[in-house]
DNA sequence: AAATGTGTGTAGAACGTTCTCCATTGCCCG
DNA sequence: CGGGCAATGGAGAACGTTCTACACACATTT
């Protein structure tokens, strides 16, 4: 009373009973009686109790799960986000997000941080890490991976379908009559595998074969900047691309100014497509195809992966969201 | 050792001391021989001992700093949330981020799961509560406010300067030579007072008055629709404006979409000003004259405000950071 | 009528820290 | 050489929960 805190000692108090009933009404373990039930809930309504998760963490679980995020910048991750807590609503887990910068070493700093504050479980989204550490960590804490395909026993894995969004890309541009197909990809990385950008571009790869053409495929990054120069690199070139595919909505929005910088129109001399589907690729200025994942299934999925392992499956599972591609106005025929 | 995870009294038992002293030498704390640093500092390296955040959490700080998020999809958030990581950096306080959503009740659920897990510090960005709860909450913990103007003496508030902003716009526009200059604002909320978009009105209406020009604002909603509408009824009207400020870049956005719709070339036939300065208006296809709010400084100053506070200030402080117009293609003298 | 179960409640020991004393030591000073 | 004091280390009680025992009352079976 003197802290401001209600304790679990207090409800028990006014209820009349043992902290020990409380807890148990409060957790909905067995053996309450009705009138039990009736008198702690009333106790606990008047007081406006609420079960303090630090002092919980050090017996049992937290209710907490966390969420690494990569960068906080990618606009992809709100719709996760928004999925995991959509997913999560109606139970009693919080979710709390930590941000994990790109580099390997902070990354390590928020998930131990996280483990640190005894959450229940973790996602972690597009870690960089290798697969060695991604299994310490799940082998103390509950874990899953978004966003690395490939993933290993000891955690499950929710991917999109990377290499089908490539396909539904080239399909589409090759039903449009289109034969010079570029890709523009992000630089690879060494540390960690299975990244998204390599499988796509391999998707890229299979589906341009299948079609019986060739490929070509320009490492740059997945950024504005990136994008921009990708495409002036490939327009500068003799027999240029007559559509271009990058990897990334925000490399697109490059390859889109390029365009415009070269004379060039959208779509008529140049098809422009991205992947992730970003907010803005919507807008009626940009009007960009693009590949869309439903962050929102995915992290929905994530969180109920999460939340199956915590409550004790142990076998791995992984999880593959198939994506749709959204056709807009950056494609259509290439000019004859 | 059988629970995986090292504990204090692992490390006391390999130096040989008492768990008493390995928490002193943890926390830095008076009364440690350099001797006595020396064997626990090592003892701690060779087991890898972390502190257990949760259970110092039932007696001293938790080292954990939350943030609330009231839009995970406001672009404008991970500027905020890098100054404050980055304003924390070489401390040894985490930074957890709760995803609030945009109704007060689940940004008081979040809140409170915040206030449940011990966490030392509150930020909470743009949050749509009462002064009173706001009141409420920073009695129990520390808190800085960030986005709302207006703040109360129990809590911190880091402010942009929005009349400030809006003048420079203003100033900027009569300057090319404007004078039907309008204003797309967000449809009020009640409940919640001194919200940027509020200050920001009211800041045009000052600067317009202060140049001797009748004023016109339109309330719709600052998304990319609500600009597209706004500026819709604007440009029906006789004696159209030959500017349009709109309170935010995404509903300037929707303002470009009506302009390229009515056959408007910008700027020539109507300049477009926006505020926020998202990364997508430097992207040369957009090119949007804002105003930026410089979120690092912003996000900084919050987290320096909330340690200062943590660690014993009462006083409380309003820190108001002036933001820059940059001028980009959107904004030219008006046709003649 | 004794033995066995079943359902309900409680005592009290954890959990991993911090923090408030208190004990010990060594040193300085009168 | 004894008294006081500063510096250092440790014992043990918190902190707010959960959880494992166990006790008790009553019902059912042998």
Known sequence: MTSGRVTIADVARRAGVSTAAVSKVVRGAYGVSAEMQAKVTQAIDELGYRPHAAARALRGRTYTLGVMLSDTRNPFFPDIIEGVTGGLAGTEYQVLLGPGGIEPKTQARVTDAMIDRSMDGLILISPVMTDAELTAIATTTPVVVVGRHGGAAAYDAVVDDDVMGARLVVDHLVGLGHTRIAHITHLERARAQGLPHTVRADGYRQAMRAHGLADDVLATSFTEEGGYEGARELLARGGRPTAIFAGADIAALGVLRAADEAGLSVPEDLSV???????????????????????????????????????????????????????RGTTGPPRR
């Not at 929102?296 to 499956?313: F, H, K, S, Y």
């Open 273 to 327: 497509a991205g992947y992730d589907n970003i907010g803005i690729a919507s807008l009626k200025r940009i009007s960009l195809t693009s590949v869309d994942q439903d962050g929102q299934v995915i992290g929905a999925t994530a969180a109920r992966l999460l939340v199956e392992r915590i409550e004790g499956r142990t076998r791995s599972v992984t999880s593959s969201v198939s994506p749709t591609l959204i056709v």
